[in-house]
């Protein structure tokens, strides 16, 4: 039961009760002669006015007047949209000037003027995150435009370590046979490509040191560049990753993978056998649960994993990571352990040719070699025309429990990891892949075993990226804080957060980077600029518009039993005037006859 039914009730019985009380009075009086019908019918006719008016004192009715329905120009919105069918429009900041419309700061103000509203009508590309928790209020239609042509999705990499390679994603809408291109900071290529059939792309790209840095991407159709946006990615400042390079003989790929792999930033530890007990390398470490415990991650051949199989298995249940090679064609024996390990080696065996993709570009090669110097040019490591000696196992790597992570251009699986108690273990089919960085290829060298060692590490502690798109002017939430979290903005002011339920709102003024400080801990977040990402931000709102409007069935009840009542001073004026009366007439003696007395004789 609610209040208000609840005080209906006792006035209800307060009234009963009264009128009980006067019809008791009228027939005691009516005996001696002195009720007069007139007083009790005006008694009793007060009675229910003054409940009725204490109610309505009380819980004052809703207002009837006005408008029941608004339209809601946002962004987007056809300047030739005017009023009609008696609907006032309402400019949201965002919304073009359009005559006859009426300026509203957000859509919870429009609502607190027109308090009789019940359902609005959305124009243009959709309510932003600033007024959709007002919409849920009403009842809301929404018509939703076409797709702007652009880009509608971007993802960009959640964070790098210093030295490592990235992939940013993205949609495009409406734009056939458009070339997407990724500019470095210093503003060269750093990779291009095409659209699939459904609009998605990835790129890659490489970055140096660590910090906060903001590629570029570019979307052209014929020569001509249709939009352009900011792709923030930030270099984390982790330790050295330490690496175990495991071989059974000394090779040339050994010598390569240190090499690479001390350029990738991972602390580097090699361990060679050259027989009759000798062993080459850096200084010996002890290859058992202690020694293997001080390393993230292992390399090892075909040749070191017979001897090391126990230690090695034992050492990724408690979350080493290790990668598994062949030197050449393996045995029965070592292709039953690799297949124990939940690795489905299926296929012929032996060795078979590897399908080397294209070749990048000679701008895209000349930004992945780096600057380059007088002793060691960028044109002695561009792409020769004579391709590389690689070749694989004619055994493919998968399975159920396993994930598939690199492939040739032919669409053979290369590599595949799956985990293994608290650690991950890695299986790379090809066969020589040193000779890559011989002949121009060394970033698909890198790409390959930097896929292959991040799968397959064990994760370091180090500062995470806010996830998620921010624009300048808008509204976003951050999270899992506290009391004490502050956010230095692009320009270096410091914002304290007032947290509700773990979440603080935040305005961002400006594009660039912030700094979410929790504590000790440091959280990035980009922001992009108020006028980027145009079809994106558009093609977000749509999204929301359409959850929104499928949950809106019941907002009309909603709104009449939350919508704004009427004054209340009018109700308390006509209670306390009607009560007066009331006890005026109580206490009077109109409508009183006298007492009859008997005549002495």
Not at 289 to 315: C, N
Not at 366 to 378: E, F, Q
Request: neutral net charge.
């Amino acid at each position: 039961m609610t209040v208000e039914w609840a005080v209906a009730l006792i006035l209800g019985l307060a009234t009963l009760l009264a009128w009980v009380r006067l019809w008791l009075w009228h027939s005691r009086a009516a005996a001696t002669g002195q009720a007069a019908s007139v007083r009790l019918a005006l008694l009793m006719l007060l009675q229910p006015v003054v409940s009725v008016l204490l109610y309505c004192a009380l819980f004052p009715p809703m207002m009837n007047g006005g408008a029941t329905s608004l339209r809601i120009a946002t962004a987007g919105t056809s300047r030739l949209a005017v009023a009609a069918d008696g609907a006032p429009l309402i400019l949201l900041p965002e919304a073009p000037a359009i005559g006859g419309g009426e300026a509203a700061p957000d859509l919870a103000t429009a609502l607190r003027r027109h308090p009789g509203v019940t359902a609005i009508h959305v124009l243009g590309d959709g309510l932003g995150p600033r007024d959709v928790d007002a919409a849920r209020q009403v009842s809301v239609r929404f018509d939703p435009p076409p797709l702007r042509a652009g880009i509608v999705d971007l993802a960009p990499p959640p964070g790098v370590a210093a030295g490592g390679r990235f992939m940013v994603g993205g949609t495009l809408a409406g734009l056939d046979n458009a070339t997407i291109e990724l500019i470095d900071p210093a503003g060269r290529l750093t990779d291009s490509g095409a659209a699939d059939r459904d609009g998605h792309f990835r790129l890659a790209g490489t970055v140096r040191a660590a910090g906060a840095v903001r590629f570029t991407l570019r979307v052209r159709k014929d020569k001509r560049l249709i939009e352009q946006a900011d792709v923030p990615v930030w270099v984390t400042e982790s330790a050295r990753p330490k690496l175990l390079i495991l071989a059974g003989a000394p090779g040339p790929e050994v010598k390569y993978l240190r090499r690479w792999a001390s350029d990738a930033g991972f602390d580097v530890t090699t361990q060679m056998s050259a027989g009759g007990g000798i062993a080459l390398g850096d200084a010996p470490v002890a290859l058992d649960a202690a020694g293997l415990r001080r390393f993230d991650v292992a390399i090892v051949d075909d040749r070191a994993w017979a001897g090391m199989r126990g230690p090695l298995i034992a050492a990724v249940r408690g979350g080493l990571g290790l990668v598994l090679r062949a030197g050449g064609a393996i045995d029965g024996a070592t292709r039953s352990q690799w297949q124990a390990l939940g690795f489905g080696l299926s296929g012929p065996g032996g060795l078979m040719p590897l399908a080397l993709p294209k070749a990048a570009e000679e701008a895209v090669a000349r930004t992945r070699h780096g600057i380059g110097s007088d002793d060691a040019p960028v044109d002695m490591a561009l792409p020769e025309d004579i391709a590389p000696d690689v070749s694989r196992l004619g055994l493919t790597p998968g399975d159920d429990g396993a994930v598939p992570l690199l492939e040739d251009a032919g669409g053979a699986t290369l590599g595949a990891w799956r985990a293994i108690g608290l650690g991950r273990v890695a299986l790379f089919t090809g066969i020589d892949s040193y000779a890559l960085t011989l002949t121009g290829r060394r970033d698909l060298y890198g790409d390959w075993w930097q896929a292959l060692l991040t799968a397959v590490a064990r994760p370091a502690p180090s500062s995470q990226i806010v996830p998620g798109i921010a624009w300048a002017d808008e509204r976003m939430a951050l999270c899992d804080i506290g009391s004490d979290a502050v956010v230095e903005t692009a320009d270096g002011v410091w914002t304290k957060l007032v947290p509700v339920a773990g979440c603080g709102g935040f305005w961002p003024a400006k594009a660039g980077w912030h700094r979410l400080r929790v504590k000790e801990d440091i959280r990035p977040f980009h922001v992009q600029a108020r006028d980027a990402l145009p079809a994106m931000r558009a093609a977000r709102d749509r999204q929301a518009m359409a959850m929104l409007s499928a949950t809106s069935r019941d907002a009309p009840t909603m709104a009449i039993a939350t919508g704004s009542s009427g004054s209340a001073w009018p109700f308390w004026v006509g209670w306390l005037a009607a009560s007066a009366l009331l006890w005026w007439l109580e206490r009077s003696r109109i409508g009183r006859h006298a007492a009859l007395h008997p005549v002495r004789q």
